[in-house]
């Protein structure tokens, strides 16, 4: 069987992007060592160990920053997650709606990369 082991984000900021990621998103950091001469390995995780992102600073993926990921993150209650990460200063650009696909909310992370969010489930 395959599974997704982790997901690697490409960023301008690796410390910027790991102070969002822990202090507005709530995930822990794995690991920051450096790899390499001017390259850094910083993965963070969510606090349930589900998702493991690798926060790497691109050499050839620069246009792909600030753009809309193909990642949709999942939570329990909607509203109650868009309160908690709105309250931390995490950027909603949808807040949660019911949505034809079902409920619904967008956010930007500080590179300005766009991520979905919706219940488990639906």
Known sequence: MIGVGKITLNVRDQDGAKRFWIDKMGFEE??????????????VRSTDSSIH???FAPVFEESKIGRLSNMIFVCDDIQRTFEELSGRGVEFVDKPSQQPWGWWASFRDNEGN?????PRGE
């Open 30 to 43: 794995v690991i920051d060592q450096p790899m390499g001469e001017d390259a850094r390995w910083i993965e």
């Open 53 to 55: 992102l690798v926060l």
């Open 114 to 118: 766009l991520y979905g969010l919706s």
